[in-house]
């Protein structure tokens, strides 16, 4: 049996966060780049951001994470490198159903919240 769909759907999961977080801070690939001193070079970025790497290494995860102001917990497990126990959510502020809603998020969903949150923040700056 193979995992590779899996990977596939975690990559673009992936990849789509960062561009929208990228595009958020209204950084190009060259901005990113130039933020991680050229440990992420801008045409290795694109190809993350488009679902063509897969699995990027953790160090680039941290460049990226200091870079974009990303928890890097946060891209490590998007990444599918850890995953949060289900019961990490016990104690916060949202009940079970939030939870449920935000880990089973289609990917179309997901990028509709993202845009919006975009908006909110760039609503916020100005």
């Known amino acids: 049996m193979s995992n590779a769909g899996a990977d596939d759907a975690t990559a673009n999961r992936l990849g789509s966060f960062l561009k929208s977080e990228r595009n958020g801070l ?6 990113v780049e130039s ?4 440990e992420v070079s801008n045409a290795y970025l694109s190809q993350l951001e488009n679902g063509k ?3 990027p290494s953790p160090h680039i995860l941290y460049s990226l994470s200091a870079a974009l102001n990303i928890d890097y917990e946060n891209l490590m497990e998007r990444a599918g490198y850890i995953m949060k126990p289900k019961d990490s ?9 939030a939870t449920y809603a935000i ?10 919240l993202r845009d919006y ?3 909110i923040r760039t609503k916020k700056r100005t």
Not at 35 to 38: F, I, L, Y
Not at 89 to 97: D, V
């Open 53 to 55: 790497i897969t699995k």
């Open 89 to 97: 959510y016990q104690g916060e502020k949202h009940g079970k159903a």
């Open 117 to 119: 949150l975009n908006f």
């Open 103 to 112: 880990d089973n998020l289609t990917q179309e969903e997901e990028d509709v």
């Open 35 to 38: 933020a991680t001193n050229g």
């Open 26 to 31: 209204k950084m190009s690939l060259r901005d």
